[in-house]
Structure formats: C-alpha cells, structure tokens
C-alpha cells in the first residue's frame, strides 16, 4: 500500500517541457497563436503550466529547434510564418550530430569573431558583457543558460556587420548549442553544469580579445572553444 505521507514524485523537467511543447505547438497549428504573434510571457506561461522558469526556457529552446518560433533579444519570442519554417533547420539529438554542429561553428564562428573584433561598437560590446553576466547568473542558480550562451553568439555574428553571418546563426537558433537537445541516453557521463562553468571561461577569452579588438587573440579564443566544446562533449 502506497505511504499516503510521501512526498509526491516529481516529474522530469523533460516531460513537463514537453507538456508546454505540446500545448503551444497546438495552438500554432490550430491558428490560435498566428504567424508573428509574440507568445505569452515566459511568467504567464509559468502561471497557466504551474511550471518553473526553467522548464518554459527549455520548452522555448525546442520549439525554436523546431523551428516553430524565434526569440528576438529583448522583445520576445514570434510564432514563424509557415514559409520562414522551411528555412535551414538541423536536427540535433545525438553526440555524433553535436560534433558534426561544432565542426559547422568553427568554419563559420571563428572567422565572425575576427570581424566582430575589428567592427564591434561600444554598444554591441556592452550587450554581449551583459549576456555573460546572465550566462552567469544562469549557472548559479542552477537554471539552464542555453538561451544566454546562444545571445552571446549571436551578438557576435551580429557584430561583424555582415547580415549573412547573423543570418545564419539566426536560422541555426538553440541548435548551435545543442547540449540540452541531446538524448538521454546519449549523454552519458557528461555533467552539463561542469561543462558550463569550462565554456563561460572560454566565453570570457573571447570576450576579452573583442574589448582588445584583437582579431587573432578573437580567432584563436574561438578555436579553442569550439574545439573544447567538441572534445569535452564526445568524451576525447
């Protein structure tokens, strides 16, 4: 007979974000919510899923992988038309796809670090500094930081001045840092906070060459992440 007393089982943050998935990919589809609607606040869908922070994070990251939304920095998050849903989308789900991501990123991220390091504005510099300090506020509090590793990124590529460059990190969205999408039972030993904490040092290198607009130190920072990111991940 059950203990009446016992705390009741938690379920995983997994499934409940996939609660969230579920009902807001039907309003989608149903036209409830139409292409360039912004979606409820992340504190009104909190209140109507009685679920945390976290898990709407992670709900969005998936639906933008899906390609269903994008989330503008600063404004919001818009339900795609269904042509703009036909754009690049990569699957990512599996140790091997992260190393096949990282390896796209590193052909194309460490040439936009080297001109973000000579085109960057005070502005732009200051943006990507608060999205480090959330990265970090982030990792205290045990939340998922995947949308403020992504800003960061994206501000880079935004920096180079080059549309194509912001472009494509855009269409790319949660898939570029893809270590939250990844299989349970693909992940095996790997400790995301533990990874988190590696990046957010390497995040400040590459930083710290842009305040410089060093453009070699940029590059070099870069390489040095992604490859990390890569060999950590795979277990190498």
């Known amino acids: 007979m059950p203990n009446e007393n016992a705390p009741p089982v938690r379920r995983r943050s997994t499934n409940l974000a996939q609660g969230v998935v579920d009902a807001l990919t039907r309003r989608i589809l149903l036209g409830q919510l139409k292409p ?3 979606l409820p606040s992340e504190s009104t869908i909190v209140l109507e899923h009685g679920v945390s922070r976290t898990v709407v994070r992670e709900a969005i990251s998936k ?4 390609g269903l939304v994008e989330t ?3 404004i919001g998050t818009f339900v795609l038309a269904q042509h703009a849903r036909q754009g690049l989308r990569l699957h990512v789900d599996t140790v091997a796809s ?11 991220e460490v040439q936009a670090v080297a001109l973000a390091a000579l085109r960057r504005t005070d502005v732009q510099l200051a943006h990507m500094r608060q999205a480090l300090d959330d990265y970090q506020a982030s990792l205290a509090s045990n939340d998922s930081c995947v949308e403020e590793d992504k800003r960061f990124h994206q501000l ?3 920096a180079t001045g080059n549309t194509f460059f912001s472009e494509i990190m855009q ?5 570029m840092i ?5 299989k349970a039972d693909e992940r095996g030993g790997a400790d995301f906070a533990k990874l988190g904490q590696l990046a957010s040092l390497e995040h400040e290198a590459i930083f710290n060459a842009l305040q410089r607009q060093d453009p070699d130190a940029a590059r070099a920072a870069m390489v040095l992440h992604l490859t990390n990111s890569r060999d950590r991940f795979s277990g190498e």
């Open 63 to 66: 639906l933008q992988a899906s």
């Open 72 to 74: 503008r920095h600063g």
């Open 156 to 158: 880079i590529a935004e």
């Open 171 to 175: 269409h790319l969205g949660t898939t």
């Open 36 to 38: 360039g609607e912004k």
């Open 98 to 108: 992260v190393r096949n991501m990282l390896e796209l990123r590193l052909g194309l």
């Open 178 to 182: 893809p270590r939250t999408q990844v």
